[in-house]
Every structure is written in structure tokens, then in C-alpha cells.
């Protein structure tokens, strides 16, 4: 469901320019908006929330799309937690659809994918695993880093329960909004693959932008 | 719908077990053997994690599963994937012919919101068990904890989306349906018996399930997982690496 934001860029408390290849990992506070914004378009933002309080609580894709009967997310959807409570809401989505399905890639999974040759190449598990390294105050470990969104990204099912991997509906400039219902830590890896058509083998920038929470006019 | 490439093993079992409805248990399942699955009275579940054993941080990935091949459910032909790109096991044998991977487990508020809640007091051994706290209790049996519990597979319940990606449980097994695991390499398997969590059954449902285990027969050329999609080929020698300078195995 495509639904516009109302906030605007110039109030926005933080901005941050992620390149692919790149991670991006942060608190967000209860009431604060995160914007994730397809700079150039058809870029997969792999992304990933925990409990603030408690990390070993963090996002579920099994509890969000079971509780809203839909594999697909768009505004509107409760992202909830593997405790099935609500962590945070999308506000706003003009690209309409996200996956949260498909997974990151891995350089383990890429070998099975795409050829045993490309075992070296970067990967979005990797950018994980040194955001984990360098920022150990979080308290994440490998073993919490699962089952994650990736938005922006087209997965759809068939009828007969194949997987494809469309063509992105996402473009330049499309953006997916969502309020925290919960303190929450946000973990983003801009996908760095080179392999998958889906966008176009050319992975570009996306740019994170925060906003306090809305105080009524 | 379905698939056979070898008959359910049960007649050579070397063991073979029934659990009720409701139940969890977990066991070591050595590279070689074959696990065969039966729902003994109909609409039976089985949630299922997988591990291994000489690195516990390696374990079931439901996503890698799914992309590797291509497929939102799962029967004959597939091959469960580590998220360390290795094959666990391979589906050879399946009677029912879709099995979901992502809608996760019942837990204790849904279930007592549906069927009434746990009750050990009053319901013994036939309590009102959900899936997700039948994970944490088996899991907590080698220490793991909530924070290991990927997305698991059910066995038995077929989840299928119409075009705007609404989810149903479109159909379960019937009595007498059966799914065989290959395993390739050494695996904690962790399952329970609890309702699938979108099952709307108007009583808590009790299904039990028989748990064989045979000898599987060994690989050859032509498997049907392994020559499934160019994918599965890569991950039998990401296997085969990982066993290189151990016995080759013997049925």
C-alpha cells in the first residue's frame, strides 16, 4: 500500500548516507520515525531489529507476517517480535511491497547460489559480522542474527509455491518509513551483491534518516 | 502432488518411535541414516529445528533453504540448508508434497486463547503444549536458548498465498502420509508435535506421529536432490569438503 510521509527532511535529528557494501547500526528510541531511502533505486536494504532492553528479543519474520495473515510487508504492518510483540509500525511506504522472506545473502549461501567461486566476495552477513566485532556494547552475537527484512526487494510466490526474485518495483527516490514502538537497536547491511540481476549488479547508496517523535501541531 | 523417489524406510527401521500430539523431543541423527515422518491419524504437525552438533551456531536457515531452490514450500527434491551453506538432509520421499517453513510456532497466549491454556494440574501429559515452548525446553537440553530458534520448518501443513500474499493453511496431511530425511551430515534435530499456528481446529488438536530411523541408501548419480537445480550439486561438494579426510560413510 503506498502511503506518503508527512515529515519533512530539514527536521529530521539525524541522516546518514549508507554505501553498499556498507553497514549502518544504531538505537532508535519509542516514538522516533526511521526513513530508509532508495537513493538511486532497486538497492536491497537488509535490515534487522532488536529489543534495546533486551536483545535476545528482536524481530520475527514468522510472528509479523503470521499475525497479519501476509507474507508481504507495507505500511501498515506491525513488525513484531519472536516474544510476538509489537516493536515497531511502517508508517509510510511508496515502494508498496518489501520481502522478508528471501534473507541476506552470505558468502556460505553465495557459493550454493552463484558458484563456488564466489566465496570470497563480500556479503551482507559479513557486514554484519563486523558490525557485531565493533560495536560489542550492543551485546549481539552471531547467534542473533537471523531471519531479516529486506526492503525494497520483490520476492514474489507463486501459486504453485515457487519463489522468484522479480524485477525491483522500487525506484530513485522511494522511501519506507517506520515508528518505534519499542527502544530498539536498528542493524542495516546495503547489500553489497554482485551477482543477483535484481539490481541490475550494480549496488548503490541508500540514506538513513531519523525524527523525533511528532509533536502535535 | 507427490513425489517418491525411494518408499518410506519404516519396514528396516532400526528405530522407530511414536510421539503424541502436543510433544517435543530432540535427538542426535547421524550422517547416513535416513528419518521417516508419519502422521498416524491425520492433521498431525511437526515443527522441526535443525543443528550441528560440533558447532551449534550453525543451524536450519529457512531463507537460504527457500532462495537456494527457488520455492516458497518444500517437498521431495529439497534439501534442508545450514546457514554455512551445507546440506543437513534431503527430502527423498514425501507423500504430502508442501511443507511450510515460515510461519513459525504456536506459543502459550495464542494456544490458551484458541483451546484454553496449559494445565498440567488438571490435563497431565495431555496439556494444551505450544511449539514455541517446546523449542525452549528442548533447546535449553544443550544451551541454547530463544536466541538460537531460527525459523523452523512444519511438517504436515501446507501454507500456500494468493496473488496479494495472504497466507492460509490450506490443507494437512492424512493418515498415513509420510516424509523421509536423508541426512548428510551429523544433526541435532529438535522437533515437537504441537499445532501448526494458523490451524483453527475447533479442539486442541492431539496428532500423533511415528519417528523411524533406517539406514538411508547410499548417494548415487542420479539422486533426485541432488541433481534437483544446479544449487543443490554446489551444496553436496560444500558438504563434501567439510567431510574431506573422514571414512566415507557406509550405509
Known sequence: ?217 | MSQNSSPARDADSRYATELPGGSHWSLMVRRGLQLTLTDIAGGANVGMLLYNPAQLTERYNAPDTLKCQHTFRLTAGHCLYSDMGRIFCALVADSFGWHDTVCGNSHARQVARQWGGRDYQVDRNRWHQNGYDSFLVELAKYGLSRRDMAANVNFFSQVSTDEAGKLSLSRQAAAGDAVSLRFEMDTLVVLHTCPHPLDQAAVYPERPVRVALAPADPLQEDDLCLNHCAENRRGYQNNALYHLGLPSRSA
Open chain 1, 1 to 217: 500500500m503506498i502511503k506518503h510521509s508527512q515529515l519533512e527532511v530539514r527536521h529530521a535529528r539525524r541522516r546518514h548516507t549508507v554505501r553498499a557494501g556498507d553497514y549502518y547500526i544504531a538505537g532508535l528510541e519509542r516514538g522516533q520515525t526511521l526513513r530508509i531511502l532508495d537513493l538511486e533505486g532497486n538497492q536491497a536494504a537488509d535490515t534487522l531489529f532488536y529489543s534495546a532492553a533486551d536483545p535476545g528479543e528482536r524481530y520475527s519474520a514468522m510472528d509479523t507476517i503470521r499475525a497479519q495473515g501476509n507474507v508481504y510487508l507495507t505500511a501498515g504492518t506491525i513488525l513484531r517480535s519472536n516474544e510476538d510483540n509489537a516493536m515497531l509500525e511502517i508508517v509510510a511506504d511508496t515502494c508498496g511491497r518489501h520481502d522478508t522472506l528471501g534473507g541476506a545473502c552470505a558468502s556460505e549461501s553465495n557459493t550454493v547460489r552463484y558458484g563456488l567461486e564466489t566465496r570470497c566476495m563480500h556479503a551482507c552477513r559479513d557486514s554484519w559480522m563486523l558490525a557485531l566485532q565493533e560495536h560489542e556494547g550492543f551485546g549481539l552475537r552471531k547467534v542473533d542474527i537471523t531471519h531479516n527484512i529486506n526492503f525494497f526487494m520483490n520476492v514474489p510466490i507463486t501459486a504453485s509455491g515457487e519463489l522468484t526474485f522479480a524485477d525491483g518495483i522500487s525506484g530513485a527516490g522511494k522511501y519506507v518509513e517506520l515508528r518505534a514502538l519499542m527502544d530498539v537497536i536498528v542493524l542495516i547491511s546495503n547489500c553489497p551483491q554482485l551477482n543477483n540481476p535484481c539490481n541490475a549488479y550494480h549496488p548503490t547508496p541508500i540514506e538513513v534518516l531519523v525524527w523525533d517523535e511528532l509533536i502535535p501541531a
